[in-house]
T-cell receptor
Framework: QKEVEQNSGPLSVPEGAIASLNCTYSDRGSQSFFWYRQYSGKSPELIMFIYSNGDKEDGRFTAQLNKASQYVSLLIRDSQPSDSATYLCAVTDTNDYKLSFGAGTTVTVRA | NAGVMQNPRHLVRRRGQEARLRCSPMKGHSHVYWYRQLPEEGLKFMVYLQKENIIDESGMPKERFSAEFPKEGPSILRIQQVVRGDSAAYFC????????????????FGQGTRLTVV
């Protein structure tokens, strides 16, 4: 499987701050990039996907992709306690249905 | 509209016993994927199935593990002669078609089965 690395956590941010999560991947053929949120003991939930270089914004979430650097990030603005979870980066290529996941970064938002 | 249903949610087995994990995909979904999540690790792909067919089992351990998705009924992941290293969360996901996930073909995950081998 493709290697996907995420910045080690846990990441603790105060409420209202920006949480920044990073992910690098080894396979230059990777085309699709996903961020999943997983609450403790729950299933992964897709929150963002991105295919093109640049930024993609959805509410308080912004995904950033730089294929040249093989890097994808997720910014969470105005962090809320309900954002406390593990965030999983996943990648796949154009013809592959298999998701390759990173180990995840645990975020804790302090009230 | 029920989501992906997995059962049991928690399963305890003694070493050497068999574990059977079940997954019912979302209504209208005919593609099922199994992933394993070891403690402190990300999800690892195990197997991809369509009804009555194994499409890709490249992530399955060579021994003791098998999967099926019969014409009728749920997909089953079977682990024979379990060992402590099999303790993990096993997640099933389903999608309406077997293409890379995107906004139209998102793979939805079930709640997982947490297997503990004692």
């Amino acid at each position: 499987q493709k290697e996907v690395e995420q910045n080690s956590g846990p990441l603790s941010v105060p409420e209202g701050a920006i949480a920044s999560l990073n992910c690098t991947y080894s396979d230059r053929g990777s085309q699709s990039f996903f961020w999943y949120r997983q609450y403790s003991g729950k299933s992964p939930e897709l929150i963002m996907f991105i295919y093109s270089n640049g930024d993609k914004e959805d509410g308080r979430f912004t995904a950033q992709l730089n294929k040249a650097s093989q890097y994808v990030s997720l910014l969470i603005r105005d962090s809320q306690p309900s954002d406390s979870a593990t965030y999983l980066c996943a990648v796949t290529d154009t013809n592959d249905y298999k998701l390759s996941f990173g180990a995840g970064t645990t975020v804790t938002v302090r009230a | 509209n029920a989501g992906v249903m997995q059962n049991p949610r928690h399963l305890v087995r003694r070493r050497g016993q068999e574990a059977r994990l079940r997954c019912s995909p979302m209504k209208g979904h005919s593609h099922v994927y199994w992933y394993r999540q070891l403690p402190e690790e990300g999800l690892k792909f195990m197997v991809y199935l369509q009804k009555e067919n194994i499409i890709d089992e490249s992530g399955m351990p060579k021994e003791r593990f098998s999967a099926e998705f019969p014409k009728e009924g749920p997909s089953i992941l079977r682990i024979q002669q379990v060992v402590r290293g099999d303790s993990a969360a096993y997640f099933c996901a389903s999608s309406p078609q077997g293409v890379p996930p995107d906004q139209n073909t998102e793979a939805f995950f079930g709640q997982g089965t947490r297997l503990t081998v004692v």
